[in-house]
């Protein structure tokens, strides 16, 4: 996924950014992760995130990643809503997370 310059970010919580910065990068962690220009990949970038913030949560018992989600299905929900393409997919994931109702 190429990242470019975009008016909105998503923060980078601290524990990622120590992460990305552990695995040898030689340039200072990100504080936040630019969104691209292409919605779909902004949207598979919230779904993974969701993913691991749910698993952190509920198989590693780290609690600390619960304070993302709202935040994140607000931008899911914002960036579906945006594209009338996507209506039916926003439908059909309301019916599993409440955040992304109308």
Known sequence: MSLTAHPAAVPVPDQIGASLARRG???????????????????????LALG?????????????????????IRN????????????RLQELLATFVDGLRY
């Open 25 to 47: 990068a030689d340039r200072p962690a990100p504080r936040v992760f630019p969104l691209t220009e292409d919605t779909v990949d902004e949207l598979i970038a919230f779904f």
């Open 76 to 87: 899911v929900r914002r960036n579906l809503q945006r594209y009338p393409r996507f209506g």
């Open 52 to 72: 691991t913030f749910g698993y952190q949560t509920t198989t590693r018992r780290n609690s600390a990643y619960i304070q993302y989600m709202p935040r994140t």
